[in-house]
């Protein structure tokens, strides 16, 4: 069974317990500018700007991805610990690129400076990279 990305603009209980899963054990410096998991949680789902993996009914990884007119930025990427190294984030990024293709926008990737895990993404899925300031 594949995994399927979805925009999620209403969570499930279920659902907001596999986000705070997801974004448990992420970095300190992915949060920003929310101040923390839940606060990114809660932003993104009122914004409407969280798409997930969801796989067998579960989410496995989520991110923020904001559109504008003509670019698309993808950010807070996050895939559970336990699910890494399996294409979830590949996937997730491969799809919000077609979802803006589909309407007329680039995707790019939006990270802090120098971070190499967002430049490894990047290079890897042949992604541009805007980097914040940290």
């Known amino acids: 069974m594949p995994i399927i990305v979805e925009p999620l603009n209403q969570a499930t209980y279920q659902d907001q317990q596999d986000l705070q899963k997801i974004y448990r054990d992420a970095p300190e410096w992915l949060f920003a500018p929310f101040a923390g998991d839940l606060q990114l949680i809660e932003g993104c789902l009122l914004d409407g700007s969280l798409i ?17 007119q003509d670019v698309w930025h993808l950010s807070h990427l996050c895939v559970r610990k336990i699910t890494r190294r399996r294409g ?20 790019r990737l939006l990270a802090p400076a120098g971070h190499l895990e967002a430049q490894a993404l990047a290079a890897k899925l042949k992604v541009p990279l805007d980097e914040l300031p940290t």
């Not at 997930?52 to 504008?68: E, K, S, T």
């Open 88 to 107: 979830v984030a590949e996937r997730l990024v491969s799809e919000a690129q077609k979802m803006a293709s589909q309407s007329g926008a680039t995707l």
């Open 52 to 68: 997930a993996g969801r796989f067998n009914d579960r989410l496995l990884g989520a991110a923020r991805l904001q559109q504008h």
